[in-house]
């Protein structure tokens, strides 16, 4: 059921089943999907939320909130811009008006997009997948084929770190945590999500990024210590290891989809390795949550155009279809990058070049949990321990820090991170056994 709580003002909405409006919300042609919490005064126009956000607090004027986008600062604006799986740091603020012809600007902040505190953005911009961005920026800038990076201010210019929040443990724990805060209780779940940190939207993405890198680096005079790229600024320095990481997220995908089609598949090296028909340069889109290709989505926005789709359920019949198609489709797309890359598909491959492309994939993996865990350490070093034994000294600080966090052995985080490691170990060796 929906329940709406004391003080709320709405006109003009719709509240989809679970949605919870509370605390003296203020709504006004106003979406609010299943399992959205709305409340502590928070106030949205012109704005559609969609499955499990958390929208409190702050102002919401003309935004596109994806699923699992969250807000919970009084003093946040978001305005005239797209969101998912998006998290608002406390006054994270943009603007869409340079006093011309109109507040017409627009932002596009893609899936799992973070804004620290006191963050300002002016659109038009575009945030890659992943990335995160700290301080005020009054550049026009697109990092969209740059995901899982920072984007810091820095003497007035915005400045790119390529893949700095890839191995980061807010990344990996974004993405375990999501599916599990799933609040939806009803049966029909139509806001259709799938989960994957690398899918052929994020990878694409990637290997784009990985082309103007590589430009950037070849074109570059030797003595640069900054490149520029659609409004940003990259240290020079950092374009090799950048390019290292996003290559370790590729071997990552490449073998987490041969892994599930080995798993699913028949013992029939040919039947297991079949793909259908795709393009290595076919692009695929984020649809708020559901990663499909762009082609589908644009066939499907014809046939609506055309009067071919008859009714909501019939459209909803259509989106459901791409949801299921995923997997599949996905494998297509690996096995077509694969191909452009080696020269064969999958099923031409013999025993050898499987076992490389498994040990690829193991040795990739491996590194990017201990990267993660060199990460999850600095959670407990001095620093961290800053605030804890009041009025101790150094022995009562440290006393005091691991009665209330734990050790970073003992942390669960960690020990499921390890746990992953010795899986990753055990199934490349089953699995280099089985060819």
């Not at 084929?145 to 790119?160: A, M, Q, R, T, V």
Request: proline share 3%; glycine share 8%.
């Amino acid at each position: 059921p929906v329940f709406v709580g004391r003080n709320v003002i709405a006109r003009h909405f719709i509240l989809q089943s679970g949605a919870q409006v509370d605390s003296g919300a203020l709504l006004e042609q106003a979406f609010v999907g299943q399992g959205v919490q709305v409340g502590e005064q928070a106030s949205a126009k012109n704005s559609a939320f969609f499955a499990n956000s958390e929208i409190f607090h702050g102002e919401f004027c003309s935004v596109f909130c994806g699923p699992y986008s969250v807000s919970h600062h009084k003093s946040t604006l978001l305005i005239a811009a797209m969101f998912s799986f998006y998290n608002a740091g406390s006054g994270s603020n943009q603007s869409n008006h340079m006093y011309k012809l109109g507040p017409v600007h627009q932002g596009i902040l893609e899936r799992g997009a973070k804004t620290g505190s006191f963050s300002y953005l002016l659109w038009p911009a575009r945030v890659g997948a992943f990335s995160a961005v700290i301080g005020k920026h009054y550049a026009n800038f697109d990092s969209g084929d740059f995901p899982f990076s920072y984007i810091l201010e820095s003497g007035g210019k915005s400045l790119l770190t390529p893949a700095m929040n890839l191995c980061t443990v807010g990344t990996v724990r974004d993405s375990a945590k999501w599916p599990q805060r799933d609040r939806r209780k009803d049966n029909d779940k139509i806001d259709l999500i799938h989960f994957d940190l690398f899918s052929p939207f994020t990878i694409g993405k990637i290997l784009r990024g990985i082309a103007e890198l590589q430009r950037l680096d070849n074109e570059a005079p030797s003595d640069a210590k900054f490149v520029e790229s659609n409004g940003l600024t990259i240290k020079r320095g950092k374009l090799k290891e950048a390019l290292h990481l996003y290559e370790m997220a590729v071997d990552i995908f490449i073998g987490e989809q041969l892994l599930r089609r080995a798993k699913a598949g028949t013992r029939n090296p040919q039947e297991k390795w079949a793909a259908g028909e795709a393009s290595a340069e076919e692009r695929w889109v984020d649809v708020s949550g559901l990663p499909v290709r762009l082609n589908d989505i644009e066939e499907l926005m014809q046939s609506a155009a055309k009067n071919k789709l008859d009714s909501v359920d019939s459209l909803q019949k259509h989106l459901q279809e791409l949801y299921a198609e995923y997997e599949n489709n996905c494998w297509n797309w690996c096995a077509a990058l694969l191909e452009k890359r080696t020269g064969k598909k999958p099923a031409q491959m013999n025993a050898a070049e499987l076992k490389k492309l498994i040990e690829k994939w193991r040795d990739a993996k491996l590194e990017f949990h201990q990267r993660v865990l060199e990460d999850a350490r600095k959670e407990f070093d001095g620093k961290s321990r800053i605030g804890f034994g009041a009025d101790g000294d150094e022995e009562t600080r440290d006393a005091d820090f691991t009665a209330v966090r734990g050790t970073f052995e003992s942390n669960k985080f960690v020990i499921r991170i390890e746990q992953e490691m010795e899986d990753c170990k055990t199934q490349s060796t089953r699995w280099i056994a089985d060819l």
